[in-house]
């Protein structure tokens, strides 16, 4: 069992930067890939980034690309989404996920994620 716990969210002026956190409870962090998430009223969850377990894969979904950077430290336990230039259309609630390692991971399906946290709300003010 994995508890995710983010945190970093808040209210921010259009061009402005957050980072997010997300601490993961347990010794066996390197065993996970790890997925950001956000879901914005009336609209279902969608991919924003992902990392592997050790750090070496990512992958950004195209409308963040060059903003958002997902980044870990497994000494941590800890996972991070730095978020630069934000817009208005990035306002959302912001999950982290955990994907335990096997043969194959399609990083941007929320189907593929074993665990969830529960959210932390970014909103961007125009």
């Known amino acids: 069992q994995v508890q995710l716990v983010e945190s970093g969210g808040g209210l921010v002026q259009a061009g402005g930067s957050l980072r997010l956190s997300c601490t993961a409870s347990g010794r066996t962090f390197n065993n996970y890939d790890m997925g950001w998430f956000r879901q914005a009223p009336g609209k279902e969850r969608e991919f924003v980034a992902a990392?592997?377990?050790?750090?070496?894969?990512?992958y950004v979904v195209d409308s963040v690309k060059g903003r958002f950077t997902i980044s870990r430290d497994n000494g941590l336990n800890t996972v991070y989404l730095q978020m630069n230039s934000l817009k208005p259309e990035d306002t959302a609630v912001y999950y982290c996920?955990?994907?335990?390692?096997?043969?194959?991971?399609?990083?941007?399906?929320?189907?593929?994620?074993?665990?969830w946290g529960q959210g932390t709300q970014v909103t961007v003010d125009s």
């Open positions: 996920a955990a994907h335990r390692v096997r043969s194959r991971w399609s990083a941007s399906r929320v189907d593929e994620y074993d665990y």
């Open positions: 990392i592997g377990w050790s750090g070496s894969t990512t």
